[in-house]
Structures are given as structure tokens and as C-alpha cells.
């Protein structure tokens, strides 16, 4: 049942990514290459070569030249039960958007949500979200996004 409910989605995402705080994030590399902002190591740590060794790492929102943008929207369902009981709530995920803007669905975990079925709503329905990919140094990087979804009744 798709249901015209006050999804706050798009602009809020861009500007809220900043302002959520992000957790312990498990798959972002830490050490050397966080306190430089950068996603690389010395390669002194990882070879003999004497270069640079770049990570597929994703980077924080404070590490990147430009986060990544929300470009369209993805059709998330309010819950039919919850919609019908008239419960609201929020499911607060966070994920990885790639460098052609995709979400990665192996790094889409539910932070934190006010209900199970908001949860699952919200983790069904991003993978499908799409996104200007964010940018660093004139190149797309991937970045760790936090988004929350909230599912409002009309009032």
C-alpha cells in the first residue's frame, strides 16, 4: 500500500547528512588515514614501492569536496499496519553510495528505529535510492551516508 504520507526525503537528506552525528562506523578505515581526511595509507604499512596505496574505503561526509546528493527519490511504503493504527515514526540508516551513485545493499544497516516495520520499510526500499555520487579532489569517491526516514501521517 503505497500511501501519501510526509516522507521527508530529499533536500533534508543532503543538508541533515552533516547534522546527524555518525556512529563508530565499522567499515571505514581508521588511524593514519582518517586523521588526514584521506582514504590512503603510506605504502610504507602495505608494500616496498614507496608509494601511495589507495583503499576502497568510503569516506566520512567531513573528508569529501562535495557529499554525496540525493538525485531522486526511492518508493518507500508506510507500513499498512502502522498506517492504519496511525503510528509515526523513524528509521534512521546508513549506507554507502558509491561512485555512479548507487547505494552499496551490503553496507545498508539500520542505525537506529522507532518500529521493525519501519525498519524494514526503510531497508527495502533505499538500495533503490540514486544519488550524485560525492566527490573529492575532482574525482567521485565512495561516502558513508546516514539518512533518516521518517514516516508522517497527513494531517
Do not use: C
Not at 544497516?109 to 531497508?123: D, G, Q, Y
Request: proline share 8%; glycine share 8%.
Amino acid at each position: 500500500m503505497r500511501a501519501p504520507f510526509g516522507l521527508v526525503l530529499g533536500a533534508l537528506l543532503a543538508a541533515g547528512i552533516g547534522a546527524l552525528p555518525l556512529p563508530a562506523q565499522a567499515a571505514h578505515q581508521s588511524g593514519a588515514a582518517e586523521a588526514s581526511g584521506r582514504n590512503s595509507v603510506s605504502a610504507a604499512s602495505a608494500d616496498t614501492s614507496g608509494g601511495e596505496v589507495e583503499f576502497d574505503e568510503p569516506y566520512r561526509w567531513l573528508d569529501v569536496d562535495r557529499v554525496a546528493r540525493p538525485i531522486g527519490k526511492a518508493p518507500i511504503v508506510y507500513p499498512p499496519m502502522l498506517w492504519r493504527q496511525r503510528i509515526e515514526g523513524e528509521a534512521v540508516a546508513e549506507f554507502v553510495v558509491d561512485t555512479l551513485g548507487r547505494v552499496d545493499p551490503k553496507s545498508l544497516r539500520i542505525v537506529s528505529a522507532t518500529h521493525a516495520l519501519f525498519a524494514s520499510a526503510a531497508r527495502a526500499a533505499l538500495p533503490r535510492a540514486r544519488y550524485a555520487p560525492a566527490e573529492l579532489e575532482g574525482r567521485k569517491v565512495r561516502q558513508i551516508v546516514v539518512v533518516p526516514v521518517r514516516f508522517v501521517q497527513p494531517r
